[in-house]
């Protein structure tokens, strides 16, 4: 199993930015994908990023396109996200998800993902 440690949330003005920080500890880290999502005040929890095991492969969510970039250093253990141009829609609890099944695959969706992090808040004041 995968434990997952999430950091770098704040509160930040609109047009501004933050990067979040996930370390992971546990199995195997570069075997897997790993994932963003966020969860908005009475909203479901939605995709937000996904890095492949090697790094060369990413996905984002329409809305957070040319404005977030997700990266991994699996030397580190870790998977960054580098949120710019933030937006107060962008204001949610986020977290980091790691695969830990074979094969992993690059996904947008919860159920592919086994370990989840405690979650981080990032607030976008207008």
């Known amino acids: 199993q995968v434990q997952l440690v999430e950091s770098g949330g704040g509160l930040v003005q609109a047009g501004g930015s933050l990067r979040l920080s996930c370390a992971a500890s546990g199995r195997t880290f570069s075997s897997y994908a790993m994932g963003w999502f966020r969860q908005a005040p009475g909203k479901e929890r939605e995709f937000v990023a996904a890095?492949?095991?090697?790094?060369?492969?990413?996905h984002y969510i329409d809305s957070v396109k040319g404005r977030f970039t997700i990266s991994r250093d699996n030397a580190k253990n870790t998977v960054l996200l580098q949120m710019n141009s933030l937006k107060p829609e962008d204001t949610a609890v986020y977290y980091c998800?790691?695969?830990?099944?074979?094969?992993?695959?690059?996904?947008?969706?919860?159920?592919?993902?086994?370990?989840w992090g405690q979650g981080t808040q990032v607030t976008v004041s207008s």
């Open positions: 890095i492949s095991w090697s790094g060369a492969g990413t």
């Open positions: 998800a790691a695969q830990d099944r074979a094969p992993t695959i690059l996904s947008s969706r919860e159920y592919d993902y086994d370990n």
